[in-house]
């Protein structure tokens, strides 16, 4: 091919040299590579052509010579039939009829042989063997020249002699001594006559002869020349032939090599979404099907996408051959771009894969013939970029966590560990718990539930997300299941998933708790003023602190203002565990007052209070066995409409039966399980069990709540709780 | 210098196209919010280039760029849309539009897009 090229390059050169080659060149460009072969046909025909003129004139003057040979022929008969008649007019008595007849014969015979000769000598018209008058041409031979030469001047005499002798007859005179002296030119000269006659005829038929062969030679010349020319024409287009079979066959095998080597899948579409008899080896893998070429394309895509997706693509294929749309203007528009699909597998069941499908038109002659599609296995890539998305979620949760507790102190993290292994035992122990009928599996749903809930009030309240939104999604899947009919142990399962990350979780965050512990040692000793490792010593004992941070936490992601009071904490020493239920009371207690109490600083101005609503919590010592949590708002107070209405639509009780109770008895409600005045479900309310919790310890502990409220202005809880100090714990 | 006309229901949309005004190449000579008042202007200012949004009340895009192809076989309409839905706008280049550009777009991208638009 290398050479091909650069000899089409050379000629090119030449010509676009050789100025004066123009028309040349034209006629080149015009007929190209078969302008050899057209001198060639034309060379041919030439051939043929002037050897079939030769042919036809060389013959021509064969016919003209075998008349000479034949006039050469009958002089001799002429001489020897003049000498003949002579005897016969001697013999014969002059009144004869024979006589007679000799006469005009001899007459005619001399006449014959003397117009024929001069016809040979000069050439001319003679009387041919029919009569018919005949052009004879020039004796061209020298020999034959010589030879009439001598027949003329032997015949001169003779022929005076004879024309003395038809005088003489002719005027009646006495011919006797004319006719001897004829009869003596005769005797001696018809010899000689006959003999150069003889040699006239030979030497025409050896130049006939001659002729004949000569053109035998053109014949052959000819006729070797013009096979020898069709055969050079037959090579030529042999070897084309061959060239471009090789040219070709280079380029298929090019083509196939490259449909089989391409790491994508490649093939054309025609108009009719018909797939092209050539696709890329790699096609058939891509899409787990065989037959590919031939097939129609959105057969195939139906297969493997929706119907109307496929439509969708048949659709945007459509738009490819149409001239007026701009190609570069619709990739946008691409249904295939990133599909998935479920590809049959030989082995049974399904291979899941990600398909990125691209198209490009394919031109001839400036038409739009195809669409070229270009088909790629991305699952790889889509799986790396989703594993990309989880592990940078993952460590923007990590980086959160180790957020929340750097901001945490260290001793509050302890304790909130400690409680979330604790709270995990107890679901642990409900859920071991035999529950043989529906409502009891129910029963440990709810149970459950409050565990949860209180763990979520404590997970916001130290502000760690994730244990927040993960007791969310917990609680999410108990709601579910409460609100299933039929209900087994069965449906627990994937609670249990839940609580299994949730306990990994914690273990995670216990061992980095206990590595900043290490480091915030060394810091404390190393880095922190005197002045504030005091005060950081302060705050790691106290153990109430964090609920201001919970209550500003609620606030803000309610949208509210809230200036938090509180009071008489640390004045009371009760037991741990005791400290912590009456903590978790504390927590319900202010998420009711933050996000059921607290208006939000619109709705605030709009009834002329400070935006920034307050909350007091105040514990106090009543006597040495009992204490007091209050918690007030400045807020709304209790909504009993909304109560109320929330009651209707609980269904539990009937309209009549809610219109006859009281605001005691509505506000009691609020206590109740499973009810929430809030809209919606929310991290911080909705649910409707953190009230329920509250009443749960307060009755556990027999204690008292006392709710007073004004509508509009504020709302107070104050419970009566006995006091519990570390000696004589829990159990008494 | 070709005329071109804005139809978009959304004001910053039709703000931002009207910035093509900088490109020298292109020079707004109408702005409709709607597929009625698209036809109104389109008859009066007989715009080469149009910029088609699709989701529109009155007469949504499809609806009009049927009847501005209908006027004038030779307009050059671009669609410009979010992707939530690509049979919609496939649809609308199956009834004479030529070109589509995603919406959001940045300026760079309506000038390239609109110029690949109006070359033979």
Redesign the interface.
Same mark, same amino acid.
């Given at each position: 091919m290398a050479k091909l090229s650069s000899t089409k390059l050379e000629t090119s050169e030449r010509s676009s040299k050789d100025g004066a080659k123009d028309g040349q060149k034209k006629v080149g460009s015009k007929y190209g590579k078969y302008s050899g072969i057209l001198i060639s046909v034309a060379l041919f025909i030439l051939l043929d052509a002037s050897v079939m003129i030769l042919n036809f004139y060389v013959s021509f003057e064969i016919s003209a010579d075998a008349i000479g040979i034949n006039l050469a022929g009958r002089q001799r008969m002429l001489s020897q039939r003049t000498a003949k008649t002579l005897y016969t007019l001697h013999s014969e008595t002059s009144d004869s009829k024979a006589f007679q007849d000799a006469v005009t014969e001899l007459t005619n015979t001399k006449n014959l042989f003397d117009s024929t000769l001069t016809a040979f000598t000069r050439g001319g018209e003679a009387q041919g063997a029919n009569k018919e008058p005949v052009v004879l041409p020039k004796v061209s031979s020298d020999e034959g020249q010589n030879t009439l030469r001598s027949a003329a001047e032997i015949w001169f005499d003779y022929k005076l002699s004879v024309d003395a002798l038809l005088a003489d007859i002719k005027e009646g005179r006495d011919f006797n001594k004319s006719l001897d002296k004829a009869l003596v030119q005769a005797k001696s000269k018809n010899l000689l006559l006959l003999g150069h006659m003889n040699d006239l005829t030979i030497n025409l038929e050896n130049v006939a002869s001659s002729k004949a062969s000569r053109l035998r030679i053109i014949q052959t010349v000819g006729i070797s020349l013009a096979i020898i020319n069709f055969l050079f024409i037959m090579l030529h287009f042999l070897r084309q032939l061959r060239d471009s079979d090789l040219v070709l066959e280079q380029a298929r095998k090019e083509t196939t090599e490259i449909l089989q080597t391409v790491n994508e899948g490649l093939f054309l579409v025609d108009e009719n979404m018909l797939i092209g008899n050539q696709h890329s080896t790699h096609l058939i893998d891509i899409l787990g099907v065989a037959d590919i070429a031939g097939q129609n394309f959105q057969h195939l895509l139906e297969n493997m996408i929706s119907e %109307?997706d496929a439509?969708?693509a048949r659709?945007?294929i459509?738009?490819l051959f149409?001239k /007026?749309? /701009?190609e570069?203007?619709?990739g946008?528009?691409?249904?295939l771009n990133l599909i998935e699909v479920n590809i049959a597998q030989a082995s049974g069941g399904f291979l899941n894969k990600y398909l990125q499908f691209s198209f490009a038109r394919a031109l001839q002659d400036g038409d739009i013939s195809h669409v070229l599609v270009t088909v790629q296995d991305v699952t790889e890539k889509v799986r790396l970029e989703k594993a990309l998305v989880e592990s940078r979620k993952n460590s923007e949760s990590q980086i959160e966590l180790l957020t929340s507790l750097l901001h945490t102190h260290p001793s509050l993290l302890q304790e909130f560990i400690t409680n979330s292994y604790n709270c995990y035992n107890r679901i642990n122990n409900i859920l071991r718990q035999p529950a043989k009928t529906t409502p009891l599996v129910k029963e440990k749903a709810v149970s459950i539930f409050r565990e949860i809930h209180n763990f979520k009030g404590e997970a916001a309240s130290l502000k760690l997300e994730y244990f927040e939104n993960q007791a969310h999604a917990i609680e999410d899947t108990l709601a579910d299941l409460r609100s299933k009919a039929d209900i087994t142990g069965n449906d627990y399962l994937p609670l249990t998933v839940q609580l299994e990350n949730l306990i990994s979780y914690t273990q995670q965050v216990q061992q980095l708790t206990e590595k900043l512990a290490l480091f915030g040692h060394y810091t404390n000793k190393a880095l922190v003023p005197a002045s504030e490792k005091k005060i950081l010593g302060n705050r790691q004992q106290d153990g109430w602190n964090h609920l201001g941070d919970f209550v500003q936490n609620i606030a803000q992601r309610n949208g509210k203002l809230i200036k938090f009071v509180a009071s008489g904490l640390r004045d009371i020493e009760l037991d741990p565990d005791y400290a912590q239920q009456v903590k978790e009371i504390c927590v319900q207690l202010l998420r009711n007052a933050v996000t059921h109490g607290i208006e939000s600083p619109e709705d605030r101005e709009l009834t002329e209070k400070p935006i920034e609503g307050r909350i007091d919590l105040r514990l106090a010592k009543l006597s040495d066995e009992e204490m007091e949590i209050t918690v007030m708002d400045d807020g709304n107070g209790l909504d009993y409409s909304a109560i109320r209405e929330k009651a209707i639509e609980s269904g539990r009780w009937s309209e009549e039966e809610i219109d006859s109770w009281g605001n005691k008895h509505l506000l009691a409600l609020i206590f109740h399980e499973g009810f929430s005045t809030a809209k919606e479900v929310s991290k911080d309310a909705g649910r409707g069990v953190g009230m329920e919790a509250v009443m749960n310890h307060v009755l556990e502990h027999r204690g008292k709540i006392t709710v007073s409220s004004r509508r509009g202005r504020h709302c107070r809880f104050v419970i009566t709780l006995p006091i519990i100090t570390a000696r004589e714990g829990i159990a008494a | 210098m070709l005329s071109l006309m804005i139809v978009d229901d959304s004001n910053i949309i039709r703000r931002k196209i009207e910035r093509c005004n900088d490109s020298d190449k292109f020079n707004v000579v109408a702005s409709a919010c709607n597929g009625a008042e698209a036809l109104d202007l389109f008859v009066k200012a007989c715009p080469q280039v149009v910029t088609m949004d699709l989701t529109m009340p009155e007469m949504d895009g499809i609806a009009c760029i049927q009847q501005l192809v209908a006027i004038d076989p030779n307009v050059r309409i671009?669609v410009i849309s979010a992707?939530s839905d %690509? !049979?919609t706008?496939?649809?609308a280049? /199956?009834k004479g !539009?030529?070109?589509?550009?995603?919406k959001p777009f940045t300026e760079e991208q309506l000038i390239e !897009?609109l110029t690949?638009?109006t070359e033979d």
């Open positions: %109307k439509e969708t659709g945007f459509e738009l149409d /007026k749309i /701009k570069k203007l619709i946008d528009l691409n249904p | 671009l992707l %690509k !049979a706008g496939i649809e280049l /199956k !539009a030529r070109g589509f550009l995603c !897009a690949e638009l």
